[in-house]
């Protein structure tokens, strides 16, 4: 789950909504009176949904922009994983796909996306078990590019470095 403001990004990786099992989804909800309630004004799914992309699995928002995780989509091999993100212009009554990031690097079950942060126009993906987090920036919102490959100057296999990300202005933490 993610909240901004009267936002909140809540993802179903196990959701079959998008036609195949386990393909994942992610609702967004709003309130208008204080948190009394919320009503839903998106169920986001990925473009491209496949059986067992995890869909969901990490959630980030900032302002007007959702990031969600698909650790399990296969693009670069099994598992490899991709983070999609969505943005409103239009007050939230619809949130197109924009991008979708993949790592430069990506291999076989690195489970990339398995977590997000956003912060302004920077993206930081964790990996699973890739030993690495991922930063991205856009200029604009349509394109994202991969600026670092994040890892610990004392690696080991086995750390799972990359299995927790923050962010907040210039500073990026990594667990």
Known sequence: VAIEGDTVVVGAHGDDGAGSKWSGSAYVFRTTDGGATYDE??????ADAAASDYFGI????????????????DDAGSNSGSVYVFRTSDGGATYPQVAKLTAADAATNDNFGRFVAIDGDTVVVGTKYGEAAYVFRTTGGATWV???RLMAADAAAGDYFGTGVAIDGATVVVG
């Open 146 to 148: 991969e600026v670092a």
């Open 41 to 46: 004004l998106a169920k986001l799914t990925a």
């Open 58 to 73: 990490s959630v980030a928002i900032d302002g007007n922009t959702v990031v969600v995780g698909a650790n399990g989509d």
